[in-house]
């Protein structure tokens, strides 16, 4: 399964793009990212994750529309791939199966009892 | 919209990230970086917008965006990469004079930079070793109304400070209380000076000075324990374990060894051969609670990122602590903080416990540092485009032959590139043989392992590199962007104005700046030789003298005399509490004549003999010096200086009552002091039992049958005081140590200076011989029509000898502005006389003339056959 593994910020990513559905470009995942988390995310760092999940097969991507506001430039929406849902779930999976495992967890103090 | 144009993200950073960014990405990341840039607009208005945009586009300049770069500039293609090689090596050694100006100024430069470089890193390196230094602060304190040379700052602190600070403030972490001092220590026969730290056991939770063996902090529980370092363990006990070997202690008690620490780096603002418990100190059982007892240092640690000046802002409360103590003074202590890493560059503050630094000669260094190499660049870069100039047929040929713009830029830009290189290769290896020299220099001890180093020896490569770069780019672009035809005939590499302009103003900057260190160098050179020749107002040479401590030999002083006196070359002997070198103790007298106890006099104090007038012959004003015949001298009489009497107001001192003593005599002012402090008001009074366990023993000799006489005074003194050292010291010597920063300053700085003047030389040779290449046609034909040589070296030299006279205009007044701040340092200096000016301005004009008249006469003499045969 290791072929699968997914990093933490490509997870978030990839979720973020599942939340915004037919939606998701650059700047709104950048800010649907930074209202959810809080979490400070540059252009370039996001960029380059979406370029590597898209080769990946992970994401797909198509053209949109242009405004006014972007020059005239086109937007470039990131929707998940049947591939890319199927990894996601893999992991979540993986993460509850991990959950689940932990023995009678005590919240409050943070280790188990 | 009113202003469009402001509205938009800047241009050159969008065509930047057109060029780099990958095709197919470059339309949506565009919007995106429009669309963000539109928003910040709105939100924090365009100026903000626009960084952002420049740093969001900087952002994304990562490999996973960049596009493919085809090889369009044909580096790697290794046939021609051997061809340019060697043409470039063939063209080195065609011009030999060219070549090794070139690469021996820019070698020059680079090592001057380096080391340099190396020097400022170093004195910025101080205390780095200690793992909290950013969290450490030293406490020190104001005492207002309290000066001491020039100063009411004071780098010392009272015994209590310490558990009061942990107490009052939670923030401080950790305190620790230290002094270092010299102590003496004796195993078996041998007895030394030592130096050493005097700590609470806190001391390893602040500082960190790693333990190789035994115990730290408990050592320092005990009093009886001590840890040396690795060299003083070595030194005493070779490579035998010293845990737990015994030392005699200031021929008092015994301590043992409980452990070794690693020798302390020297890059720190106190130095020490061994930590042992501050309770050694003798003064410790004395000082406990007392708020007046300055006799300590004080350091604290802060929480990470905690802003010291809050903790400085509660200090009102530590204040009124020791407020209390010094109830009977007219001035009370603040305490203030500096941070660990300012001190040695920062600090100036009194009793230091080593001399330190200060951060205007590391300014000043790195100004020089920049200067050179930036004289050296210039140079370079014009040596360079000149040295091109010859080359237009080749580049002619080679086009014909279908070479390419980019293989052409390629070669100029490989060759100079090549010559960066060598020269940085040059440098090091030059640096690694004159760190030595340089560290004798400058009374240091760098090494090339330091942290830092590394970084200096990048930065030089980086900007050799640059260097190369961007003195090939100029011809290399003229050159290749000329046509076949243009550049066979030559004519590619014409003079344009505009690069005359610039190499002049570029001529004109470096004379200035080498005539400016030349009058600093002579000013300073001058400064110094006046504080070496000034009239002290005593006599300082054939004196030795040793200082000792804690003997108790008052009763024994005259028979030591005798005995020292029967050597037919030892003159005189005195003994003095201080020498007129550095005289520090310092007290306050309330009353005299004339005073009803309501002022009180700052005073230096220096407890004499009968002979320590006559020995270093200084003269009375007034009165008589202390006399053997007068039996109430030794308790009712006292000796004023010159300045004494005329801060007391009086006109004649004679007879009057000082101190509850009546003065006999005025002594003529004479300097006890460094030249950047004013004498100031003294006495002399003669010294007794009391007083007596410190001192000096000062000899006059008469030098002849040094040997000899030597043998004798360490034999005597061994006799009377076996239980201490005996090191003697030659005034003069220590004098002349006292001034030796300046005149190692002052070495440095001509040396410097000298580099300086001959890299601008070397410029100004290789625009000569750039101007005459290009004007070889012109002076044939005036010869041809009638011109002398004289008249064509003076065509030739008059422009340039111009730019020099320009210089020198320039250079005056700001060397005289820079020099009189330097020289308001010092209480006691020279006049900047206007000859200064004038022949450093000379020298450079005749200097410039004869670099100019090497290549002009040349130049002048050649045949104008040979020169406009030539088409």
Known sequence: MSKHHLGEFEEIVMLTVAILHDEAYGIAIIDEMERRLDRKVSIGALQTVLRRLEKKGHLSSRFGEATHKRGGKRKRYFTLTTYGRKILETTKEQRLGLWNAIPDLDFKNGYAQ | MPNKDNNR???????????????DYVEDLEGDLRERFARQTGERGVHRAKWLFILDVLRLFRPALIRSFPATLHIFDRAMLQNHFRIGWRNLLKHRSFTLINIGGMTLGMICFILIALYVQYELSYEGHHEKADRIYRVSQIQKGNDFRGSNRFALAPMPLVPALKELFPEVRTATTLETYEALFSLGEQSFYERGLFADEHLFE???????????????????????????????????????????????????????????????????????????????????????????????????????????????????????????YSFQPEFFLQPLKDIHLRSQINFE??????????????????????????????????RSAGRSKEVGMRKVLGAKRGQLVNQFMMESILIAFFSFGLAMGFVYLLLPVF?????????????????????MLFIALLLGGLSGLYPAVLSSAATPIKALKGGWFKKGKEGVFLRNVLVVGQFTTAIVLAIASVVIYKQLDYIQNKKLGYNRDHLVYVPYRQVDFYERRDAMRAELTKHPEIEKISFASSLPLNTGSQGTVDSWEGNGGKEELWIYRNYIDYDFIDLFEMSLVEGRNYSPEYPTDSTASIILNESAVKALGWESAIGKT???????????????????????????????????????????????????????????????????????????????????????????????????????????????????????????????LGASIPNIVGLISKGFLRLVLVSAIIA????????????????????????????????????????????????????????????
């Open chain 2, 9 to 23: 993200p800047p241009k050159w950073i969008l065509s930047f990230f057109r060029w780099y960014c990958r095709s």
């Open chain 2, 206 to 328: 602040v500082f960190t000075y790693p333990i190789k063996e035994g115990i730290g902090k408990e050592a320092l529980k005990d009093p009886d324990a001590i840890i040396l370092t690795e060299s003083l363990a070595k030194k005493y006990f070779g490579e035998a374990s010293p845990i737990g070997k015994t030392l005699h202690f200031e021929n008092d008690r015994t301590l043992t060894v409980r452990g070794v620490a690693a020798d302390a780096p020297k890059n720190q603002h106190f130095h020490f051969d061994y930590i042992t418990s501050f309770q050694n100190l003798l003064w410790y059982q004395a000082d406990i609670g007392r708020w007046n007892s300055n006799n300590y240092r004080a350091y604290i640690v802060l929480p990470a990122g905690y802003d010291y000046k809050e903790l400085e802002a509660k200090f009102e409360t530590l204040d009124a602590h020791a407020a209390s103590a010094y109830k009977q």
């Open chain 2, 353 to 386: 416990m080593t001399p330190n630094s200060d951060i205007r000669y590391i300014y000043l260094a790195a100004a020089i540092a920049i200067v050179i190499l930036l004289l050296a660049s210039i140079n370079y870069m014009n040596l360079a485009s000149a």
């Open chain 2, 439 to 459: 560290n004798q220099l400058i009374d240091q001890e760098i090494s090339l392992g330091f942290q830092g180093s590394r970084a200096v020896f990048g930065g």
């Open chain 2, 658 to 784: 000082f101190d509850d003593k009546q003065v006999i005599g005025v002594v003529k002012d004479f300097h006890f002091q460094t030249f950047d402090l004013a004498i100031e008001p003294m006495f002399l009074a003669l010294g007794t039992k009391r007083r007596s366990s410190y001192g000096n023993i000062v000899i006059k000799t008469s030098m002849k049958d040094w040997d000899n006489s030597l043998a004798h005074i360490q034999k005597t003194l061994k006799a009377f005081m076996p239980q201490i050292p005996i090191e003697h010291r030659f005034m003069d010597e220590s004098y002349n140590q006292m001034y030796q920063f300046e005149k190692k300053f002052g070495e440095v700085f001509t040396i410097f200076t000298g580099i300086a003047l001959f890299i601008a030389c070397m410029g100004l040779f290789g625009l000569v011989a750039h101007n005459i290449v290009l004007r070889t046609k012109e002076i044939g034909i005036r010869k041809v």
């Open chain 2, 812 to 871: 005056v007044p700001i060397a005289a502005l820079g020099m009189g701040r330097w020289l308001q340092d010092f209480a006691y200096r020279i006049h900047l006389d206007w000859w200064i000016f004038a022949t450093m301005g000379l020298l450079a004009l005749g200097i410039a003339f004869l670099t100019v008249s090497t290549q002009t006469v040349k130049a002048a003499n050649r045949n104008p056959v040979d020169t406009l045969r030539e088409e």
